[in-house]
């Protein structure tokens, strides 16, 4: 979501930390983008259930049965924003910059995900930010997930097409709007005319893996610019003079009138 600006925040202030200690010999950044790795995917899914639970299945009563696709497709997600704000976030040194960016970004996978403006209508270039952003794949899969296995009440099935009418067996006029559908592909096939991102076609397995592949590109970039920004830092050197001053020996001036006291 776009309270993603706070992992921004908290990524940038974390690679300022993790490049200090690079520097100084405690780990190399191989081992910093593993152990990252490791734990970021498994918290991810993670996460997805912790959001998916409580809201959408326990309060809306989201169809149970596909309960795992839906984790499967939100925890790809939320690793897609994750490291597009991890890439964000060691790209500039200030950190608002990378937040700024962030929210861009997240807005426009809102506005380019098909819901609100057809990809018809929408010029290239900026067409292609409604194939490489997440919420593009995400919302059409999760209208899949939810209505594709559900049969809905105030409709019955006709001979006739569409297959549907919500009147009833004595009549009585009912607006085509108002009328989706009885089985879930019928659903599917009404929000299709409406919104036309999603559709009574089941690719939810290609959307899970097109959210990886996106997560995957973020993160190699997130992983070339931390690699080079850790590994192209200088190391200190001496200054030139004190090192003439080290190298140089020094004279040694000897005060006669001093001796000759002494003696």
Sequence with gaps: ????????????TEFFA?????????????AYLTSNLMLQVPLMVLLSIFVLCIGPYAVSKFYGPNFVQMMLLVAAALWSFETMGQLFSVLFKNP?????????????????????????????????FAFVLPLRWTL???ATIEFRDTDFEGARL???????????????EV????????????????????????????HVARDIGLLIAIAMFWK????????????????PKPSSSASNRSTEPRPVTVNSNAVFQNA
């Design 175 to 202: 607006q085509a709007l108002l009328c989706y559908g009885r089985t879930g592909e019928q659903v599917l096939r009404s929000l299709g005319s409406q919104f036309q991102s999603i559709s009574a076609d089941d």
């Design 96 to 128: 608002l910059l990378g937040m700024l960016l962030y929210l861009c970004m997240w807005f426009s996978s809102f506005l380019f995900a098909g819901v609100m403006v057809p990809e018809e209508d929408v010029i290239w270039p900026f067409r292609t």
């Design 1 to 12: 979501s776009s309270l993603g600006v706070i992992a921004v925040y908290a990524f940038n």
């Design 158 to 172: 006709i001979d006739e097409s569409p297959g549907y009418t919500c009147q009833s067996e004595g009549g009585g």
């Design 220 to 235: 190699v970039c997130f992983c070339v610019f931390l690699w080079v920004k850790t590994t192209s830092m200088i190391q």
């Design 140 to 142: 059409a899969s999760m």
């Design 18 to 30: 993790i490049k200090r200690e690079i520097k100084d010999g405690m780990f190399s950044p191989a």
